[in-house]
């Protein structure tokens, strides 16, 4: 078990091992659940949307689908520096 202290100002700063559990890194979020018998609850919060929700996300409307060709070709051009 670990013991934390609470600053003048009510916060409260999760050492590196028990953020390293958690599997949080700098600048991702937390989530606390207040439970019975007053105890919390400490999870990383964890995005809820699926891969699908992805698919044709870059899709032009009324626009045919590119080949894997064309796509290699605008990635190179990319690559290279040109538009």
Known sequence: MSTLTVTAKGQVTLRKD?????????????TVDKLPDGRIE???????GKISDAFGF??????????????????????AGKR
């Open 58 to 79: 870059l899709k032009k409307k009324n626009a045919r689908p590119l080949s894997i060709e064309e796509m290699n070709e605008i990635a190179a051009r990319g690559w």
């Open 18 to 30: 028990l953020l390293k559990h958690l599997g949080i890194n700098p600048g991702e979020k937390i």
């Open 42 to 48: 400490v999870k990383a919060a964890r995005p809820t």
